[in-house]
T-cell receptor
Framework: AQSVTQLDSQVPVFEEAPVELRCNYS??????LFWYVQYPNQGLQLLLK??????LVKGINGFEAEFNKSQTSFHLRKPSVHISDTAEYFC????????????FGKGTRLSVIA | DGGITQSPKYLFRKEGQNVTLSCEQN?????MYWYRQDPGQGLRLIYY???????QKGDIAEGYSVSREKKESFPLTVTSAQKNPTAFYLC???????????FGNGTRLTVT
């Protein structure tokens, strides 16, 4: 079984500053990794995904994430945040079989301060 | 446009009443999921279905029931046995494990 730990429940950051949201996972098998974003009172939208290949993955809205197999991490980064990035961010993991549902972390609330 | 529709957006019920949340998708996805979201707890899986007429319990299935009679529809019933039903409920659908899930906009259920 897989598990996901998002190390920070809340991250405040000033507008135009860089941000990193941390995600560690645990799994005995190879995995796929995802980051989703949720705006208030809405569903989740996919930001980016790692399936295979290059460990640096670029997503929408200027976000990117780096897969580090040795550290079992998949941290999300953005070099300069905007007010509109204020939202909750979820890291998720699935195995390669397709038979088990996606497992989500508890989320990190990013607050961008003007 | 293809997508997932959850209705209603807000739902209010009295304690002791069963209530059914609707989820419809026109993405032709085989798999559908119900998650419950509470502040600080992330998304917890209630039930999922990978094929019509079949479904499995997730991590917190007690007090909930589902059906999957059609590929497009996966309604969730919150029964009176669910001890703390007030929450935000999210429905999702997907295909293979390397494909992302598509989410509806959720139903906020308040039970008083």
């Amino acid at each position: 079984a897989q598990s996901v730990t998002q190390l920070d429940s809340q991250v405040p950051v000033f507008e135009e500053a860089p941000v990193e949201l941390r995600c560690n996972y645990s799994s005995s098998v190879s995995v796929y990794l995802f980051w989703y974003v949720q705006y208030p009172n809405q569903g989740l939208q996919l930001l980016l995904k790692y399936l295979s290949g290059s460990t640096l993955v670029k997503g929408i809205n200027g976000f990117e994430a780096e897969f580090n197999k040795s550290q079992t991490s998949f941290h999300l980064r953005k070099p300069s945040v905007h007010i509109s990035d204020t939202a909750e961010y979820f890291c998720a993991v699935s195995d390669l079989s397709g038979n088990t549902p996606l497992v989500f972390g508890k989320g990190t609330r990013l607050s961008v301060i003007a | 446009d293809g997508g997932i529709t959850q209705s209603p957006k807000y739902l209010f019920r009295k304690e002791g009443q069963n209530v059914t949340l609707s989820c419809e998708q026109n993405l032709n996805h085989d798999a559908m999921y119900w998650y419950r979201q509470d502040p600080g707890q992330g998304l917890r899986l209630i039930y999922y279905s990978q094929i019509v007429n079949d479904f499995q319990k997730g991590d917190i299935a007690e007090g909930y029931s589902v059906s999957r009679e059609k590929k497009e529809s996966f309604p969730l019933t919150v029964t009176s046995a669910q001890k703390n039903p007030t929450a935000f409920y999210l429905c999702a659908s997907g295909t293979a494990s390397n494909s992302p899930l598509h989410f509806g906009n959720g139903t906020r259920l308040t039970v008083t």
